[in-house]
T-cell receptor, first 113, second 111 residues
Framework: GQQLNQSPQSMFIQEGEDVSMNCTSS?????WLWYKQDPGEGPVLLIA?????ELTSNGRLTAQFGTTRKDSFLNISASIPSDVGIYFC?????????????FGTGTRLKVLA | DAGVTQSPTHLIKTRGQQVTLRCSPK?????VSWYQQALGQGPQFIFQ???????QRGNFPDRFSGHQFPNYSSELNVNALLLGDSALYLC??????????FGPGTRLTVL
């Protein structure tokens, strides 16, 4: 199936460090979403982006909608152990009534206390 | 305000059987999408329902079918189960701002 490219695939970081991950595509998207998923649970929405160049924050999380509309970035500042999980980006294709979200391959984050 | 709910939580079936999974969207949401998530992968879009009709479909065979009821709840049916159908099945509902919210998922194991 169709998926977006996320990098890095996985990362180990020390508690307190900042984290950066990105998502790229060959397609143009009108909306980007970032999710976090814990094992055995559904993804939880973190941030939504609607305009090229938009920078949006949610607590220690900051995400940006790339100016080309083909990429997006997520930063986590001062990581803590509960940031552990899998982070997915998702891009929206189509218009209302006939849309679908395409998901990235995921970035697995592990935080070392 | 209840979020997206799904049932059952877990399910074990054997090859060739049929399964029905259920989903209730978040209050106020009228559009439901279903995803399949294999272990270690991102969610793969199966299909989307709006106004009781399938509006968009991903690359899944006809063995995967669905339904949406007047109260916006939805079912996913899979016929002639294969071992490869083992996955976490996620339901999501969407609001007018394009934000999509997921349920906890149904873990299907096919033996």
């Amino acid at each position: 199936g169709q998926q977006l490219n996320q990098s890095p695939q996985s990362m180990f970081i020390q508690e307190g460090e900042d984290v950066s991950m990105n998502c790229t595509s060959s397609s143009i998207f009108n909306t980007w979403l970032w999710y976090k998923q814990d094992p055995g649970e559904g993804p939880v929405l973190l941030i939504a982006l609607y305009k090229a160049g938009e920078l949006t924050s949610n607590g220690r999380l900051t995400a940006q909608f790339g100016t080309t509309r083909k990429d997006s970035f997520l930063n986590i500042s001062a990581s803590i152990p509960s940031d552990v999980g899998i982070y997915f980006c998702a891009g929206l294709l189509g218009a209302s009534g006939t849309y679908k979200y395409i998901f990235g391959t995921g970035t697995r984050l592990k935080v070392l206390a | 305000d209840a979020g997206v709910t799904q049932s059952p939580t877990h399910l074990i079936k054997t090859r060739g059987q049929q399964v029905t999974l259920r989903c209730s969207p978040k209050s106020g949401h009228d559009t439901v999408s279903w995803y399949q998530q294999a272990l270690g992968q991102g969610p793969q879009f199966i299909f989307q329902y709006y106004e009781e009709e399938e509006r968009q479909r991903g690359n899944f065979p006809d063995r995967f079918s669905g339904h949406q009821f007047p109260n916006y709840s939805s079912e996913l049916n899979v016929n002639a189960l294969l071992l490869g159908d083992s996955a976490l099945y996620l339901c999501a509902s969407r609001d007018l701002s394009d934000e999509q919210f997921f349920g906890p998922g149904t873990r299907l194991t096919v033996l």
